[in-house]
């Protein structure tokens, strides 16, 4: 089992910048290809970003390239979001997730799931 803890969700305006924060316990964490994944209301939960187990290798969603970066601490098992010029379109509940040893953009691709953090960007 892998549990995972997202922080640093908020309230924050049109430009402005936050991280979040995802800590894993429970496993190997550096087996694991960690994933951030957003779902706003009454909408489809969608891929955000992607980090691989090995920390080398990433990939991010056409529509936050560019403005988000997603990092790994493997040493304090821990996966970043770091979101910066956000948009009233960002407003979302945003959830990390884990896989092992592999990688994919699909939700339906991770075991394991946070319990996710609110990000509201005002205009």
């Known amino acids: 089992q892998v549990q995972l803890v997202e922080s640093g969700g908020g309230l924050v305006q049109a430009g402005g910048s936050l991280r979040l924060s995802c800590a894993a316990s429970?496993?190997?964490?550096?087996?694991?290809?960690m994933g951030w994944f957003r779902q706003g209301s009454g909408k489809e939960r969608e891929f955000v970003a992607y980090i691989k187990w090995s920390g080398g290798t990433t990939d991010y969603a056409d529509s936050v390239k560019g403005r988000f970066t997603i990092s790994r601490d493997n040493a304090k098992n821990t996966v970043y979001l770091q979101m910066n010029s956000l948009k009233p379109e960002d407003t979302a509940v945003y959830y990390c997730?884990?896989?092992?040893?592999?990688?994919?953009?699909?939700?339906?691709?991770?075991?394991?799931w946070g319990q996710g953090t609110q990000v509201t960007v005002s205009s």
């Open positions: 429970g496993r190997t964490f550096s087996d694991y290809t």
């Open positions: 997730a884990a896989r092992w040893r592999s990688t994919s953009t699909t939700y339906m691709g991770y075991g394991y």
